[in-house]
């Protein structure tokens, strides 16, 4: 016969007594059990204080994206100061000191202007381009009003054009010095017209603010004739000159001087990327539905798991406090919207809405990523889709993206000396010939429909962004 197993036959005391009083010891044999228990005979039971003592489970309820409390949608931006299209020029406390100039310009504050790195070294040669990306600092950004392979075909010494004006500018220290010049002041003050202004030619030269400036003309990649006449490049880029007039033409930005000249000054960022993030367009898209629009598209993102492990993975990162749901309400904080009020070549309203907001990447590849999530997400209004194939908002004559070039502001400064350019009656008269022609639209080649799409500026009206 086998063994035993020891807990084969476990045993039970039992005591009871007898008539005559005696305590009788019984033994009772228990059932045989299967497992082997570590455990006495007695059920555990836990004391309630020790239960009550012991820390509880966390509590997932606050991970989940169903059950976060999140925010008002339309609450106030925030983090809209640093978005590099929100700002104007002379915007800086203390302002540098002013040079003068013998030139009159428009002397106005105009919006900033910026254009990341990328846009201003596109299409030019990569001899140029590794030099400039290798140094920012060292070049200012000069971009001519309409500037484009026509402009400088048309003008291949725009460059001098520029340098000779800004070799005007005079700081109080520099004009004290042309005056002890006696030979140039008295031809100055008593020569003929075209002796004075080489006299003038002369001083130029000699300004110590203006030592070794020189403005590089892009040199294009394309090697034909490009049938867009605004196509890329559109920079010069300047180098030398004193720190306090390169400080100056930072500040002041925008210089119109004539119809013929005409130019912005824009310092190279090579970090800052834009905050345009989108462009929609659609049936949905009303400035009335302003409200309902950043709510679906927040409330979208925020239940959005690819936005939302990005926008934790970048923001943790950079050390930004907060779980998934505190990073998915950061990276959407920022956000605004700007309506453009425009009209199609047959006159029927196409409002286009621009989303904009800091972009959640610290690196090409991160930046990209976001694009492709923000961009290519459906976002619903009342069982109508925004549509995010509005193409691009960008302006012919600044190169802005935050506005379409028919609505240019620069040319509605007041005291403006540049370049005229009254878009809405262009606009008006392309509606005009489209309805003469039966609603039909033009040819699709040059000046075709694509001239008044978003993508070429044919929008109509600038719209202010959520404050």
């Not at 002369?202 to 034909?224: C, E, F, I, W, Y």
């Not at 040319?411 to 009656?425: L, M, N, R, S, V």
Request: glycine share 8%; aromatic share 8%.
């Amino acid at each position: 016969m086998g063994s035993t197993s020891p807990h084969a036959q476990e045993k039970r005391v039992k005591r009871t007594r007898n008539e005559r009083g005696e305590t009788v010891v019984q033994a009772e044999l228990q059932e045989h059990r299967e497992h082997n228990s570590a455990l006495e005979d007695e059920d555990l039971v836990m004391n309630p204080r020790l239960v009550k003592t012991m820390p509880k489970r966390p509590n997932a309820g606050p991970l989940v994206k169903t059950l976060y409390p999140w925010p008002d949608p339309n609450n106030p931006p925030t983090g809209f100061e640093h978005d590099p299209h929100s700002h104007r020029t002379r915007n800086v406390t203390p302002a540098p000191t002013i040079p003068k100039s013998r030139i009159a310009f428009t002397d106005a504050v105009f919006e900033r202007l910026y254009l990341p790195l990328d846009s201003l070294v596109d299409n030019i040669r990569e001899e140029q381009q590794t030099q400039i990306r290798a140094n920012p600092g060292e070049f200012l950004a000069v971009v001519p009003f309409g500037a484009g392979a026509a402009l400088f075909k048309e003008k291949p010494r725009l460059n001098n054009a520029v340098v000779g004006f800004l070799k005007t500018f005079r700081y109080p220290d520099a004009e004290l010095k042309d005056s002890l010049d006696e030979t140039l002041t008295a031809i100055i003050e008593n020569g003929s017209p075209t002796k004075v202004e080489a006299a003038h030619r002369a001083k130029d030269n000699k300004n110590p603010d203006a030592t070794g400036l020189q403005l590089v003309m892009p040199a294009s990649r394309r090697t034909g004739t490009s049938r867009d006449k605004f196509a890329r490049p559109w920079a010069m880029f300047l180098r030398g000159g004193s720190p306090r007039l390169r400080e100056y033409l930072i500040y002041q930005q925008t210089f119109a001087i004539d119809k013929d000249l005409a130019f912005n000054v824009l310092k190279i960022e090579a970090k800052t990327p834009s905050w345009v993030l989108c462009n929609f367009k659609g049936d949905a898209v009303r400035k009335d539905q302003e409200e309902v629009i950043m709510k679906a598209i927040k409330e979208k993102l925020w239940m959005s798991d690819d936005f939302r492990h990005h926008a934790t993975k970048v923001l943790t990162k950079a050390r930004v406090p907060g779980d998934i749901n505190a990073h998915t309400v950061y990276a959407t904080s920022s956000f605004t919207l700007t309506f453009f009020e425009n009209t199609d070549e047959k006159g029927n309203a196409a409002t286009v809405v621009q989303l904009r907001g800091c972009p959640v990447a610290s690196t090409d590849e991160e930046l990209k990523d976001y694009h492709a999530i923000v961009r290519t997400t459906p976002y619903w209004i009342d069982n109508m889709i925004l549509l995010q194939r509005a193409g691009e908002v960008s302006c012919q004559l600044c190169k802005a993206v935050t506005h379409p070039t028919y609505d240019c502001p620069f040319p509605k400064t007041e005291g403006w000396f540049g370049p005229k350019y009254d878009g809405a009656e262009k606009h008006a008269a392309r509606v005009q010939k489209t309805a003469a022609r039966g609603g039909k639209y033009g040819s699709q080649g040059r000046g075709g429909p694509s001239r008044g799409s978003a993508n070429r500026g044919g929008l109509a009206g600038r719209g202010k962004g959520r404050k």
